[in-house]
């Protein structure tokens, strides 16, 4: 939101590594969904496409 998005990139990374190493499925969704974000905000569509797609096949799994 403050347009860091290097920053915003890294601590989104961080955040997906905890939460992949704690098995936290919803956290891991959540993360790559911000970082879906954040390549958004940089006007990468295609990289923004794939953390989506990612993030989508998780919350469908969770949510069945």
Known sequence: MQGDHER??????ECLAIFQGLGDR??????????????????????????????LAIFRELWR
């Open 8 to 13: 915003a990139k890294s601590l989104y990374g």
């Open 26 to 55: 919803t956290g891991v969704a959540w993360s790559l969904n911000s970082q879906g974000d954040v390549a958004h905000d940089r006007g990468d569509a295609a990289t923004a496409r794939e953390f989506y797609g990612q993030a």
